[in-house]
């Protein structure tokens, strides 16, 4: 049984960053794909990025691209989140997932309980 656990979280001025971590414990991420998603107020949970097993594809929702970063690290049993110029829109829940393959509706088997990211106007 594989757990998620989110960190990197806060409070943010817009335009600035964070980097979300999600650190696995209880077995290996390696050979599972890892994604994000997020989890505004009042709204729906909604797919933000995911990486392929050994890192040699990622996939972003269009709202995020060219601002989200996603990476992994194997050996770390780890994936991170580099978001860059923030927008009070990006204020959210985030919540790091893992599967042997990821749904971007209802995402990966695995699901961590989340990280708290405000972007302040």
């Known amino acids: 049984q594989v757990q998620l656990v989110e960190s990197g979280g806060g409070l943010v001025q817009a335009g600035g960053s964070l980097r979300l971590s999600c650190a696995a414990s209880g077995g290996t991420i390696s050979g599972r794909v890892m994604g994000w998603f997020r989890q505004a107020p009042g709204k729906e949970r909604e797919f933000v990025a995911a990486?392929?097993?050994?890192?040699?594809?990622?996939d972003y929702a269009d709202f995020v691209k060219g601002r989200f970063t996603i990476s992994r690290d194997n050996a770390k049993n780890s994936v991170y989140l580099q978001m860059n110029s923030l927008k009070p829109e990006d204020t959210a829940v985030y919540y790091c997932?893992?599967?042997?393959?990821?749904?971007?509706?209802?995402?990966?088997?695995?699901w961590g309980k989340g990280t708290l990211v405000t972007v302040s106007s």
């Open positions: 997932t893992a599967g042997y393959q990821i749904n971007k509706v209802n995402g990966g088997h695995y």
């Open positions: 990486i392929t097993t050994y890192a040699d594809y990622a």
